[in-house]
């Protein structure tokens, strides 16, 4: 059974913190890893990392992938209260698409002024 | 662009009453699917589709239908709801060439009492 394991569930610091957000995952056949961000309803898409292992890079957001660990690390430095929302990490496997991606628990973070 | 819609955006349901939560997307995806929140628990596939006409079942099917009749619809079906029900759900829509990436509607706050 596909699975993916975020943490930590929840996160508290303040405004200027860095933060770094994990994601772990088994899979049968791995096709792409991917980040949204929560806030009050729809995720929206942030980063899509595949096993090239190349880093994605927005502004104060990165992300990267380690295949040989199968996991994924999202950071964000000099966090804004802005910042604050739920960090979903999704795994889309191969053959199947992303019509049916695995979620993980989702990290709360919460960014304090 | 409206994007992918859904409706209604809050709903209160007697336990065994059905309902139908409406899904509609204006991109000409492909690909949609239905998932639920919980809290703790990510967001869990309820069904998909990869085309008009054409459904499968995800993860946590039990107690829901789904049919897809055009493109751009795809309503997901209480049968008999069950205070387990109680849930927020999210339409998504997407295509292959995206590679992963799932465009998500605002979602409904079911309570089924």
């Known amino acids: 059974e596909d699975k993916v394991v975020q943490s930590p569930l929840s996160l508290v610091v303040h405004e200027g913190d860095t933060v770094t957000l994990n994601c772990s995952y088994e899979?049968?056949?791995?096709?792409?890893l991917l980040w949204y961000k929560q806030e009050k309803k729809a995720p929206t898409f942030l980063f899509m990392l595949t096993s090239s292992g190349i880093e994605k890079k927005s502004g104060r957001l990165s992300s990267i992938l380690d295949k040989k660990e199968l996991s994924s690390i999202l950071n964000i430095t000099a966090t804004q209260t802005g910042d604050s929302a739920i960090y979903l990490c999704a795994v889309e496997p191969f053959f199947q698409g992303a019509q049916k991606l695995v979620f993980g628990q989702g990290t709360r973070l919460t960014i304090n002024p | 662009n409206a994007g992918v819609t859904q409706t209604p955006k809050f709903q209160v349901l007697k336990t065994g009453q059905s309902m139908t939560l409406q899904c509609a997307q204006d991109m000409n995806h492909e690909y949609m699917s239905w998932y639920r929140q919980d809290p703790g628990m990510g967001l869990r596939l309820i069904h998909y589709?990869?085309?008009?006409?054409?459904?499968d079942q995800g993860e946590v099917p039990n107690g829901y239908n789904v049919s897809r009749s055009t493109t751009e619809d795809f309503p997901l079906r209480l049968l008999s709801a069950a205070p387990s029900q109680t849930s927020v759900y999210f339409c998504?829509?997407?295509?292959?060439?995206?590679?992963?990436?799932?465009?998500f509607g605002q979602g409904t706050r079911l309570t089924v009492v």
């Open positions: 998504a829509s997407t295509y292959p060439d995206l590679r992963g990436e799932a465009f």
């Open positions: 589709s990869v085309g008009a006409g054409i459904t």
């Open positions: 899979v049968t056949n791995f096709r792409s």
